[in-house]
């Protein structure tokens, strides 16, 4: 397992055939379909689909927060389906970064230890250089020393997905990282996380159903009834807006 | 409203669990405590009922004296029996008479433990009857038969059994004369029972036991040797007890001297003096039950503090859609009153459990307790329903007040998190407090009021309110610089640890405040207890000169000597001086005071007396030696007269002057042995002193005590090393049973922690949540949730600490002219007490740390 190998894998993520069902019996529901999905490296991805079609759970599994009931999940060349708790945590913490739509962050924690809180867990020093350029990027130079509650929203999330690319993680996922907030903040963080892809090599998965924020990335892929339906290169905001309405939704 | 609340209650079960244990506890004890002296206290009860179930009149002499020891008699004139014996109506009278007497198997070992607690008596034989309760048995087949010599005896069967004596045996009886082997003739049983609460009896012949008891023959005292403690007397049928009193009293007359009760009258006075010496019992354990629910009272009040906080929303909601601020208030006040209920109840049943530990626990330091079938009492589970129940409701008041002004609008709010704001009015209402707490404590221990230890009681509860009050000031500061440490070597997991501590000041104050009031309490007995093992310590090297002290096994005040005992060791060659030493009581001044008789002759050898005026060694009969504090108090010189009552009322001769000061054994007022034996009925020595000859060796001069010690099974030799050593010995058991009283106020308090820290991880759900998200381990989340208990135990010890140590050097310092000299506050110790607390944190965090790890992070993290 070693990371040279996980590397070298041209898919940052992949789902093969995966099931997830909640409930049993009469009260079954299938979140997720035998869906196989793939997420290349270094591009930004869009999940969208009406509500309880399974996109939060196709992300949760994908990130080791959960487990599929059938199937086989894939971190680069990692099987994450059949890892022990201990190691989905450490990758985690190691290989995943994660932005939620709130609650992002430790409220007793500034700004700077919120960011730097998954290093921090494993011990480690970010690196100074990238520490700085990240900060810089997202604007945040001088919040640092600010507490969540001293922020706004959108100051909240960028802090947020500056903690998400601190540790340069495989894959960033997010679920709707924007839902909570006004366009404008919307605007600069979706420009950020696209920045991050183009100019870093950052690989992002990202849960929305809004269809300008889909137009922010590389790639969609349309969800129903926890199944892959669609998908769309290069989207528009006009385009996806097309597309979910031809979904029926 | 009210389904509400008991809906909220199942909802939260573990809560509602804590928080109900916390109280539950305190009321068990408080129940326990009722329900073992009531238990014994039937017991004990019915023995004295059954002791005097057929005596209808009963003779004693009129004067005593009282003291905390009991009561001590004169004893009567045998020759009133003869003449009560012709009343009409007397169907049988009969003298009684009690002594000190025990009992040593064919090995020579003492049978039973005089040295913890419970009595060995010696009895003339009443023969069976009604004015007797023992019955003779027949025992391992051997048929019982009365004394009828005066080397025969009957004993209890008990005895018998401990110690393997058997009908036509030998056992050797220890008595204020000369130990002396007697033939056990008859086995017998008292009613019922075995024998009387413990108590071993040995039971000879009138003439014989006369003969033991007879007073000594002081050189104007003659002899008396046919005398009685009391005449018993049984009607015939059909005459009332009050007639048969008033028959007996018209023949006795001489009212000054004698006095005639009914048989009811006796038996409702010995219960009630058993009822008074329990209640010194039951009063000390009564005061760690409340001490615990004064713990629980902070717990409570914390935990309503924070449901109202976590519920502020809901609470909100309720007002917005119409409920009244008063509706809000009863639905937290009715989840109180439940919880009340609930465990009260609970504590009523865990009670009768409690009652059985107790009863264990106490037995284990040496105070056996007999008991017979337990007594639950409808008083005792009223009181344990009405104070558990009080107890939660009157805590959750400010709380619920605190909810009925939410605001409907904060029901549109984003956070809810209690007020973090202080006023500086607390700050001040705390100072405030803990002053006027300082005042009664410091009028109650210095001020000499007769009621000092309610003041001193009520003072240590202001101050730890007021404490208490300043403690959510304390907090931030305070967990800042304790965390400080934790941050620094536990990296990010310190840290959250940390700032979680800070974040609510009150709540983690609240919490820690509990634990400061265990803490306190417990720093306050080891420096009590280091300071008078210290002050002991310093009495004996300063005022012993004596080599030896015979001392009874296991000390205690059961135990004595003959004192031929003292006798036969002062005519040894390798001895230059000896005495016994006894201990009494007697009224002088007003007041019921200690009095110490010994040899004056030997007490140069023996203690470092300091004779100021008079001739110490040639004390009279008639004369009293009294220490310079006492000269000076009551304005005496040599040859004053001084009023005083031992039995009778008379005018005692100061002889001698001597400087005391504050010595172990030494009290303020001195007579001889002569002149004890011709005041007090009973003439056993306590311990007994001996001071080696010139040139003697202490291997030579044990040797040759032991010798004689030989035909003493109870008496133990100790140098002074060991004679120290003993009484710090006593008083490690004593502060030993005060520590594992106080561990009820400590783990009530780390429920507090545990109840706390199990509301904070529900409340930081998400948060918990996202941690785990971004790659917390579970082991990491474990040890943030413990880091964070020691950071509040951390803080509530060292509050306590400094409260005890206040304490500990207050009452120290109140306790100095009764010989506490030395404050010694023992670091080591201390610092072990601090451990503990920790420990008590860390351990009840266990449970709440494990929930947080095991929490499930998507659920944690789409949680609204
Ligand atoms: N813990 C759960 N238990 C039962 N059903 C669940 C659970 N979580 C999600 N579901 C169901 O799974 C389906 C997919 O949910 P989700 O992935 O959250 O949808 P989306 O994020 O696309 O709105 C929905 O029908 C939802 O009700
Ligand atoms: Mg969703």
């Known amino acids: 397992m070693a990371i040279a190998e996980t590397i070298s894998s041209p898919l940052a993520a992949r789902a093969v055939t995966a099931s997830k069902i909640y409930g049993q019996d009469d009260n079954e529901v299938r979140a997720l379909d035998g869906i196989s999905v793939e997420f290349a490296r270094s591009r930004f991805t869009a999940i969208m689909g009406p509500s309880g079609s399974g996109k939060s759970t196709l992300l949760h599994c994908l990130a080791g927060l959960d487990r599929v009931t059938a199937g086989q999940v894939f971190l680069g060349d990692i099987e994450i389906s059949t890892c022990k708790e201990k190691q989905l945590t450490l990758i985690r913490r190691d290989r995943i970064g994660f932005v939620f739509q709130a609650y992002n962050l430790v409220p007793t924690l500034t700004a700077l230890e919120n960011m730097t809180l998954p290093m921090a867990l494993a011990g480690r020093k970010p690196d100074k250089e990238w520490f700085d350029s990240v900060v810089d990027m997202l604007h945040m130079r001088d919040r640092l020393a600010h507490r969540p509650s001293e922020l706004s929203g959108g100051q909240q999330q960028r802090v947020a997905v500056a903690r998400a690319l601190m540790s340069r993680p495989e894959v960033i996922f997010a679920d709707e990282p924007t839902g909570n907030l006004d366009s404008r903040s919307s605007t600069e963080i979706l420009t950020f996380m696209r920045g991050a892809v183009r100019s870093l090599d950052q690989t992002i998965v990202m849960v929305t159903h809004d269809p300008v924020a889909a137009s922010f990335s590389d790639r969609v892929v349309f969800l129903a009834d926890g199944k892959i339906v669609d998908e769309m290169s290069d989207p528009t905001s006009d385009g996806v807006l097309e597309r979910l309405k031809s979904l029926g939704n | ?864």
């Open chain 2, 1 to 864: 409203m009210f389904r509400l609340t008991w809906k909220g209650l199942l909802a939260h079960k573990l809560r509602f669990a804590l928080t109900a244990l916390s109280v539950m506890l305190g009321v068990s004890f408080l129940t326990g405590t009722n329900v073992l002296t009531d238990t014994i206290t039937k017991t004990f009860n019915e023995m004295f009922a059954n002791a005097y179930a057929g005596t209808d009149a009963y003779v004693r002499a009129r004067s005593k004296i009282d003291s905390q020891f009991g009561t001590q008699r004169a004893r009567i004139d045998g020759s009133l029996l003869p003449q009560i014996r012709t009343i009409d109506g007397v169907l049988d009278a009969q003298g009684t008479l009690a002594f000190y007497a025990q009992m040593a198997d064919s090995s020579g070992k003492p049978i039973g433990q005089p040295g913890r607690g419970a009595p060995t008596f010696g009895f003339n034989w009443v023969p069976d009857g009604k004015l007797s309760p023992w019955k003779l048995v027949s025992f391992k087949g051997v048929e019982s038969a009365a004394p009828a010599s005066d080397d025969e005896v009957v004993i209890d069967k008990a005895s018998a059994h401990l110690g393997n004596l058997k009908i036509g045996g030998k056992v050797r009886v220890l008595t204020q004369l000369a130990p002396k082997e007697y033939m056990v003739v008859g086995v017998a049983m008292f009613g019922t029972i075995d024998s009387p609460g413990g108590a071993s009896a040995v039971m000879m012949t009138t003439r014989e036991a006369q003969r033991i008891t007879a007073p000594p023959v002081a050189p104007d005292v003659p002899a008396q040797t046919n005398q009685f403690d009391a005449i018993a007397v049984a009607s015939r049928p059909g005459i009332s007890q009050e007639e048969m009193a008033l028959r007996v009293r018209d023949v006795v007359g001489e009212p000054a001297r004698y006095e005639v009760l009914t048989g009811a009258q006796v038996t409702a006075e010995t219960q009630s003096e058993i009822e008074k010496s329990l209640s010194f019992f039951r009063i000390g354990l009564t005061i760690f039950a409340y001490i615990a629910l004064f713990v629980s009272i902070f717990i409570i009040f914390n935990t309503f503090s924070i449901i109202v906080a976590q519920r502020l929303r809901e609470l909100a909601l309720l007002r917005a859609i119409g409920a009244s601020g008063r509706q809000v208030m009863f639905s937290v006040l009715g989840e109180a009153v439940l919880v009340g209920l609930f465990a009260s109840a609970a504590g009523v049943i865990g009670g009768i459990v409690v009652a059985a530990g107790l009863k264990a626990m106490l037995a284990g330091f040496g105070i056996d307790i007999p008991t017979g079938d337990v007594v639950v009492a409808r008083g005792t589970v009223l009181l344990a329903m009405v104070v558990g129940t009080l107890v939660t409701t009157l805590s959750a008041i400010l709380p619920a007040r605190r909810a009925s002004k939410i605001a409907p609008v904060a029901a549109m709010r984003d956070v809810a998190l209690e007020p973090n704001t202080r006023k500086a009015r607390w700050t001040i209402i705390g100072l405030v407090l803990t002053a006027l707490g300082t005042c009664a404590l410091f009028f109650g221990l210095f001020g000499g009021p007769s009621n000092g230890i309610a003041f001193v009681g009520l003072g240590a509860m202001v101050i730890f309110l007021g404490v208490a009050v300043l403690g959510p000031t304390l907090a931030r500061p305070v967990s800042k610089v304790l965390g400080w440490p934790v941050a620094r070597l536990r990296g990010i997991t310190g840290e959250l640890a940390r700032d979680n501590a800070v974040r609510n000041p009150r709540r983690t104050a609240l919490t820690a405040a509990a634990l400061m009031i265990g803490v306190a309490l417990v720093a306050l007995i080891t420096i009590f207890a280091a300071s008078t093992k210290a002050s002991v310590s310093v009495a004996v090297d300063r005022a012993f000169k004596a080599d030896y002290v015979i001392d009874a096994k296991g000390g205690g005040f059961g135990g004595g000597f003959s004192p031929e005992l003292a006798k036969r060791v002062a005519a040894l060659d390798e001895v230059s001086a000896a005495s016994g030493l006894r201990f009494g009581a007697f009224k002088v001044d007003g007041g019921t005071k200690f009095i110490v008789s010994a040899d004056p002759k030997a007490m140069g050898d023996l203690f470092d007396i300091d004779p100021v005026a008079g001739d110490f060694p040639a004390l009279g009969v008639n004369e009293i030696a009294i220490s310079t504090k006492i000269a000076k108090d009551l304005k005496l010189e040599v040859g004053s007269r001084l009023p005083v009552q031992f039995l009778t009322a008379e005018d005692m001769t100061v002889g001698a002057i001597y400087a005391a000061g504050q010595r172990e054994g030494l009290s303020d007022y001195f007579i001889s042995l002569e002149a004890f034996d011709k005041r007090y009925p009973e003439r056993i020595d306590n311990q007994v002193l001996a001071h080696l000859a010139e040139g003697v060796t202490p291997a030579a001069g044990k040797r040759a005590i032991n010798e004689v010690l030989i035909d003493y099974p109870t008496a133990e030799l100790q140098d002074q090393a060991e004679f120290k050593q003993s009484r710090l010995d006593q008083i490690n058991m004593f502060v030993n049973l005060i520590y594992a009283l106080l561990a009820l106020a400590v783990i009530i308090a780390g429920i507090g922690i545990a109840n706390t820290l199990a509301l904070s991880i529900v409340e930081r759900t998400r948060e918990l949540g996202l941690l785990r998200a971004i790659g917390m381990t579970r082991a990491q989340l474990r040890a943030a949730v413990r880091w964070e208990a020691v950071i509040i135990s951390l803080f509530g010890a060292a509050m306590g600490l400094v409260v005890g140590l206040f304490f500990g050097w207050a009452i120290v310092e109140a306790l100095k002219s009764e010989g506490i000299t030395e404050f010694v506050p023992p670091g080591p110790q201390l610092l072990v007490v601090v451990a503990i607390a920790v420990f008590v944190g860390v351990l009840f965090a266990l449970l709440p740390a494990r929930r947080a790890a095991r929490l499930d992070i998507l659920k944690a993290i789409e949680a609204e």
